[in-house]
């Protein structure tokens, strides 16, 4: 386990690594996301449907 | 209308005889309409010629350039070319309804589709392969290259035939279907288009292009007996079975 | 058993199922993740060829598994949708496509950021890269296929045809891009080949491997829940569940 002060360095390949590494963690990050809010929306909007359905009856 | 009627009258015979009859009666259905429409007959060539134009245009004149490229050009060129016939295959069945007909009859699903993609290739891979033959001069692809061009024409186009109904198949009766079949046909025709043009550039060089052949064989014979299965099973569920 | 899995083929239950999978998947991978990250980084040592660059694998190579991975999901759950017509295995297959494709993307980008320093260039028609990006377009093809078809269930099933032919065609697709190769290329070894493997480099890369997986599991159920449901919005059950959320 070498862990000098130049770790973020990454033995001068860091762009490489760094990039490499975030941009699994956005990919990861967005297919996570992505879903969650839209799940959110279409819960949201069926639950306005069903508010409307039930005031129509009253 | 006039289609439909010659269809249905052909159908209605047809429903009584054999295998091979059913098979037959659809297949020179098929060409008899195809060779209607002239304008889809010659489309493609046109654009394979032009196609082929363009590439001593963008590279230059130069023989040896050409030449060394030549193979890859014309298979380029056939596939895209190819690609743009596959709208053709069920299209005008589809609109029209008669496609429906076919499908829903109980008779020998995996034979109408059969006879209907060896109609495509007859309408659409034979023109190539002779257009090909004719193009190859303009690349200086030399003779005895020529030879070997032939035959992965032979065992290709009508894998581009088998593999391109099933793309047709999926997207019938679908916005903007001509591009989405290239793309749904391309990524899967990639093995065809590398033995085929490895074929040809050991032709070149006067090395054995048994090997190729075998590979485009093998694959053929592969899409002979898978697509069909495919192309049928796509038509069901397109057309709501 | 096969009682069990039918209800579970069910929306209603693959929905309670879902609720009650998820939050494990999702701290298990998450768990693992920051293993496998301070494993990636801290724990294994550099690559006497490569040095630290090397530390790209363990991003690289899970997602290289996982594209394959995925594709063989998503046309088996398509396969499966065709023969039992269960919508919740057509849920997953077109759910699958766009984490299968999110994957192909990360290997092949990660890949040529691996081999910028190691090449000297960002892309090389290297065997591997070259069958990850025709299955890249497969995806690419799968989803095109999927946004053109407006009934989702007919769809779903195109998509299933479609993957299928997919599945025969990858061997085929895989070799000849890598005869291809060794015909073009001649012995130049690819130096994205996993060096030959120390087991303190290989601890991590497994783990990283198993979080992928769990990741893709989690996020795979999520998607297809949210299909579901707004396939089911009719039904009674989401009725139901709706009132609830209501009534809170």
Redesign the interface.
């Given at each position: 386990m070498e862990q000098s002060g130049n770790f973020f360095q990454m033995g001068g390949y860091a762009f490489y690594v760094w990039s490499s590494y975030g941009l699994t963690l956005i990919v990861l990050l967005i297919n996570y996301l992505s879903p969650k809010f839209s799940e959110k929306k279409l819960i949201a909007e069926l639950v306005k449907r069903s508010k409307l359905k039930k005031t129509d009856i009253k | 209308m006039a289609r439909y009627r010659y269809f249905k009258d052909s159908f209605v015979k047809a429903m009584s005889v054999t295998p091979l009859k059913l098979f037959s009666t659809i297949l020179f259905r098929d060409i008899f309409l195809g060779m209607r429409s002239q304008s889809e007959l010659v489309n493609p060539l046109v654009f394979f010629i032009m196609v082929i134009t363009m590439f001593p245009l963008a590279i230059g004149p130069e023989q040896a350039a050409l030449m060394q490229i030549s193979a890859a050009i014309v298979w380029v060129a056939a596939v895209l070319a190819s690609s743009l016939t596959i709208d053709g295959i069920f299209r005008s069945d589809y609109e029209d309804g008669s496609l429906e007909q076919m499908i829903l009859s109980p008779h020998f699903g995996y034979l109408l589709v059969g006879a209907k993609i060896l109609a495509h290739w007859i309408l659409s891979g034979v023109p190539l392969v002779i257009m090909v033959l004719l193009a190859g001069p303009l690349l200086y692809l030399p003779e005895h290259a020529l030879k070997t061009l032939f035959f992965t024409l032979i065992l290709g186009t009508p894998i581009l035939s088998l593999i391109g109904a099933i793309a047709g198949a999926l997207t019938m009766g679908v916005r903007s279907s001509g591009m989405l079949q290239a793309l749904l046909i391309l990524p899967l025709i990639m093995p065809l288009l590398i033995f085929s043009v490895s074929a040809v550039n050991n032709a070149m060089k006067g090395l054995s292009v048994d090997g190729e052949l075998y590979f485009l064989g093998a694959i053929l014979v592969l899409a002979l007996t898978l697509a069909p299965i495919a192309v049928y099973s796509a038509l069901k569920i397109r057309l709501g079975e | 058993m096969w009682k069990w899995i039918t209800k579970f083929a069910s929306p209603m239950h693959f929905y309670l199922l879902v609720n009650r999978l998820t939050p494990w998947l999702g701290w298990g991978a998450a768990i693992l993740f920051v293993a496998g990250?301070y494993g990636a980084?801290?724990?294994a040592?550099?690559d006497y060829q490569q040095?630290?660059?090397f530390?790209?694998i363990y991003?690289?190579v899970p997602?290289a598994w996982m594209s394959m991975f995925i594709y063989m999901v998503m046309a088996a759950a398509g396969g499966a949708g065709?023969i039992w017509k269960t919508k919740v295995s057509d849920a997953i297959a077109r759910s699958s496509a766009?984490?299968g494709a999110?994957f192909t993307?990360?290997a092949l980008?990660?890949g040529s950021?691996?081999g910028?320093?190691m090449w000297g260039t960002w892309w090389v028609w290297d065997a591997r890269l070259t069958s990850e990006l025709?299955l890249l377009?497969?995806y690419?093809?799968y989803i095109?296929?999927q946004s053109?078809?407006d009934d989702k269930r007919?769809a779903a099933?195109?998509g299933a045809?479609?993957a299928?032919?997919?599945v025969?065609?990858i061997p085929?697709?895989h070799?000849?891009?890598e005869?291809?190769n060794t015909?073009h290329q001649g012995p130049t070894i690819t130096k994205l080949d996993t060096p030959s493997i120390h087991i303190d480099m290989l601890i991590p890369l497994l783990i990283m491997a198993l979080a992928f997986n769990l990741?893709y599991a989690a996020?795979v159920l999520?998607?297809a829940?949210?299909e579901i449901?707004?396939q089911e919005?009719n039904s009674k059950w989401?009725?139901d569940l709706?009132?609830d959320?209501?009534a809170v």
């Amino acid at each position: 386990m070498e862990q000098s002060g130049n770790f973020f360095q990454m033995g001068g390949y860091a762009f490489y690594v760094w990039s490499s590494y975030g941009l699994t963690l956005i990919v990861l990050l967005i297919n996570y996301l992505s879903p969650k809010f839209s799940e959110k929306k279409l819960i949201a909007e069926l639950v306005k449907r069903s508010k409307l359905k039930k005031t129509d009856i009253k | 209308m006039a289609r439909y009627r010659y269809f249905k009258d052909s159908f209605v015979k047809a429903m009584s005889v054999t295998p091979l009859k059913l098979f037959s009666t659809i297949l020179f259905r098929d060409i008899f309409l195809g060779m209607r429409s002239q304008s889809e007959l010659v489309n493609p060539l046109v654009f394979f010629i032009m196609v082929i134009t363009m590439f001593p245009l963008a590279i230059g004149p130069e023989q040896a350039a050409l030449m060394q490229i030549s193979a890859a050009i014309v298979w380029v060129a056939a596939v895209l070319a190819s690609s743009l016939t596959i709208d053709g295959i069920f299209r005008s069945d589809y609109e029209d309804g008669s496609l429906e007909q076919m499908i829903l009859s109980p008779h020998f699903g995996y034979l109408l589709v059969g006879a209907k993609i060896l109609a495509h290739w007859i309408l659409s891979g034979v023109p190539l392969v002779i257009m090909v033959l004719l193009a190859g001069p303009l690349l200086y692809l030399p003779e005895h290259a020529l030879k070997t061009l032939f035959f992965t024409l032979i065992l290709g186009t009508p894998i581009l035939s088998l593999i391109g109904a099933i793309a047709g198949a999926l997207t019938m009766g679908v916005r903007s279907s001509g591009m989405l079949q290239a793309l749904l046909i391309l990524p899967l025709i990639m093995p065809l288009l590398i033995f085929s043009v490895s074929a040809v550039n050991n032709a070149m060089k006067g090395l054995s292009v048994d090997g190729e052949l075998y590979f485009l064989g093998a694959i053929l014979v592969l899409a002979l007996t898978l697509a069909p299965i495919a192309v049928y099973s796509a038509l069901k569920i397109r057309l709501g079975e | 058993m096969w009682k069990w899995i039918t209800k579970f083929a069910s929306p209603m239950h693959f929905y309670l199922l879902v609720n009650r999978l998820t939050p494990w998947l999702g701290w298990g991978a998450a768990i693992l993740f920051v293993a496998g990250v301070y494993g990636a980084l801290f724990y294994a040592p550099a690559d006497y060829q490569q040095g630290e660059s090397f530390r790209i694998i363990y991003v690289h190579v899970p997602s290289a598994w996982m594209s394959m991975f995925i594709y063989m999901v998503m046309a088996a759950a398509g396969g499966a949708g065709l023969i039992w017509k269960t919508k919740v295995s057509d849920a997953i297959a077109r759910s699958s496509a766009p984490l299968g494709a999110s994957f192909t993307f990360l290997a092949l980008a990660t890949g040529s950021l691996w081999g910028k320093p190691m090449w000297g260039t960002w892309w090389v028609w290297d065997a591997r890269l070259t069958s990850e990006l025709i299955l890249l377009f497969l995806y690419l093809g799968y989803i095109a296929l999927q946004s053109a078809i407006d009934d989702k269930r007919t769809a779903a099933r195109a998509g299933a045809i479609l993957a299928l032919v997919g599945v025969v065609n990858i061997p085929i697709i895989h070799y000849s891009v890598e005869w291809w190769n060794t015909l073009h290329q001649g012995p130049t070894i690819t130096k994205l080949d996993t060096p030959s493997i120390h087991i303190d480099m290989l601890i991590p890369l497994l783990i990283m491997a198993l979080a992928f997986n769990l990741y893709y599991a989690a996020m795979v159920l999520i998607r297809a829940r949210h299909e579901i449901i707004e396939q089911e919005k009719n039904s009674k059950w989401v009725q139901d569940l709706i009132i609830d959320k209501v009534a809170v």
